[in-house]
């Protein structure tokens, strides 16, 4: 594929797919032979398939690079907010020096940033805990084990039950 920018070639990218090549094998398909129609079907078919693989590569590898570019900007806004968060808080301790002498009010934008990051952990810990064990897909693979040829044995040496289904 060529970018449209400098015209020059991609490596990893096919080029578009416009039409899928398809063309008679044998110009008459009356004096054919059955084999040579079901040679001729088949290296149709299998053209149709390589035509359709081609074109769905090429619109999935541009809506990825959509996506790319979308996620690299969304991360560059990201990266530039949390710089500019420092300037927020610069901002905040000078607003309260105005009431407060400067180091209380430095102090209190501190503790406003210590505050709120223990209140993150605390949120994210309490989240983490929730996580369990796919207890689902534990049990369907040792029931797997037990329904397979030679999985009895299999599972009576892990402990679990053996169903007796074969």
């Known amino acids: ?18 039409s899928i090549p398809l063309s008679d094998l044998d110009p008459d398909p009356q004096d054919a032979s059955i ?4 040679k001729s079907a088949t290296a149709q078919m299998s053209t149709l398939v390589r035509a359709e693989v081609e074109l769905a590569k090429s619109e999935v590898t541009g809506e990825i690079k959509k996506g790319v570019m979308g996620s690299v900007l969304f991360i560059v806004a990201g990266v530039i907010l949390l710089f500019s968060t420092f ?8 607003l309260l020096s105005v009431w407060l002498p400067s180091w209380a009010a430095y102090l209190i934008v501190f503790g406003i940033q210590v505050l709120a990051a223990g209140v993150l952990a605390v949120v994210g810990f309490l989240r983490l805990r929730k996580i369990r064990a796919p207890r689902k897909t534990i049990d369907s693979v040792k029931e797997m084990s037990t329904v397979l040829p030679g999985g009895a044995a299999a599972a009576a040496q892990s402990g679990a039950p053996a169903t007796g289904l074969r």
């Open 1 to 18: 594929m060529t970018d449209r920018n400098n015209g020059r070639t991609v490596p990893g990218v096919p080029g578009s797919v416009s």
């Open 35 to 38: 084999g040579q129609l079901v």
């Open 87 to 94: 300037f927020f808080f610069f901002f905040l301790g000078e």
